[in-house]
């Protein structure tokens, strides 16, 4: 089967390549005025406890792995819980260290969990996973909402206000994206503009691929429901998983402000996160939201800081190992190719459902 081809137009890496510049010189911009001397006293502080808090980092990765796991159609689950961890490593560091908004990550586990075929299929298990992660995070920031409101937290009004509005919008582009999935015409919405660019064997190309596609989306959402609510629940806990560094964080520091408190800098730094995921590596938004949210919870500029390098150590040290695991598995033999007759897809599309 021919690979489905997402290429990202020169003039998008230009704008994720001036983000990243923006976002670097944004970052050095608050350590020189926090206080770099104040920021590394205080990472100094936490001394092996940095340890375990890069290592919650990687439970959150291996919780991702089950919800991405979820999400994969029967042939490509019988690959090692192993093997799918490293793919997924692999994208992620992709998407971590190059300005491919989050679309080169994908294409390479695309590429790693199907090298020998079914295409197809793998692409849809990798959109799949995109919105259920996405859902889950949803999920998350709006309890959490509720959480702060009901905790007493009163956060300032321009702050509430960006975090109603951003979450509307986020939440309606979530909800439409997998209602669109869910229909089966996201490849529709995709090939359309490309299309009208190409003529001939190619635009059919094109055409027979995102059909493919949208089968494989229209299956999974119609006959795996409980497996994709499996998948939201599994991202919810690998993103909980940052609550237990949260939580960490500040026990080293030898603060106890109370669960209230520590979920709050939790909940208002996922929505962060939510909100800023075009900018290559987080580059300066970590660092700056966390700032925001310490401040808005009552405590120093500077111990917020101090979490936002300790995530950013976390996300550094595993995307150095997915890139080792990707340098690995790309010259490693794969697994053997996948026959139409263990396909669900390749079941399904000789026998169209009705109304198709």
Known sequence: MIAVQMPIPMNRKWIHAVLLVLGLLFLVLMLRTVGVEKVWHALASLGWGLVPLVL???????????????????????????????????????????????????????????????????????????????????????????????????????????????????????IAFMLIQKEGKLGAVMRWPLVQRLAGTRSQKIADNTAAVDEALRIFYRDRRSDLALAVIWHMGGYAASLLQTWLFFTLLGLHPGFVIVAGVWIIGLWFDLVVFLVPMSAGTLEGSRIVTFVAVGYSAVQGMTLGMVVRLGHFSWAILGLISYAVLAFKPGPPSLSPAHSELGTATRTPAPGR
């Open 56 to 174: 919650l980092e990687g439970l959150g990765e291996v919780m991702h792995t089950n919800g991405w796991r979820r999400c994969l159609c029967s042939p490509f689950r019988s690959q090692s819980f192993v093997r799918l961890f490293w793919i997924r490593m692999a994208g992620y560091a992709i998407n971590y260290f190059t300005p491919t908004a989050a679309l080169g990550g994908e294409v390479t586990r695309v590429s790693l969990v199907a090298p020998a075929g079914r295409t197809a299929e793998a692409t849809s298990t990798v959109l799949i996973d995109k919105a259920c992660m996405a859902l889950a995070h949803l999920l998350l920031v709006v309890a959490g909402a509720g959480l702060l409101l009901l905790g007493g937290i009163r956060l300032p009004p321009v702050l509430q206000t960006t975090m109603l509005v951003s979450g509307s919008v986020i939440a309606a582009g979530i």
